[in-house]
């Protein structure tokens, strides 16, 4: 399973960055039941982000980032993107897209980085003053 993540960069406090995230095998019959986003600051570790339970919609996130950030569907299969706005300083950091396989997550899980079976590489955005 491959997940590539596209978006991030360089931007301003207060701007705003789509990054998003395509899950997929070499049979195109992946199926996944949650995906969510992931980011770490170096020396710290992995923090959850945002969640989207794909059989009812459910959507999670992180205390720092509600009422900033949006996870939603792409438009293509196991895709999935993350609308930040309002960017601080402090969301700087490594973001991955994480991936759970077919058997459906416990929502209570949502957060938990063991919970996801499939990891992209990470994409880094850095927000300055």
């Known amino acids: 399973v491959k997940l590539v993540e596209t978006g991030g960069g360089r931007v301003q406090a207060g701007d705003s960055v789509r990054l998003s995230c395509a899950a997929s095998d070499d049979t195109f019959s992946l199926v996944t039941s949650a995906m969510a986003w992931f980011r770490q600051i170096p020396g710290r570790q992995r923090e959850f982000v945002a969640a989207?339970?794909?059989?009812?919609?459910?959507?999670f996130y992180a205390n720092p980032v509600k009422g900033r950030f949006t996870i939603t569907r792409g438009s293509g299969r196991n895709t999935v993107t993350l609308q930040m706005n309002s960017l601080k300083s402090e969301d700087t950091a490594v973001y991955f897209c994480?991936?759970?396989?077919?058997?459906?997550?416990?929502?209570?899980?949502?957060?938990?980085?063991?919970?996801?079976?499939?990891w992209g590489q990470g994409t880094q955005v850095t927000v300055s003053y």
């Open positions: 994480a991936a759970r396989g077919r058997q459906i997550l416990n929502s209570l899980l949502h957060d938990v980085r063991e919970a996801y079976d499939f």
């Open positions: 989207l339970i794909s059989s009812n919609g459910e959507r």
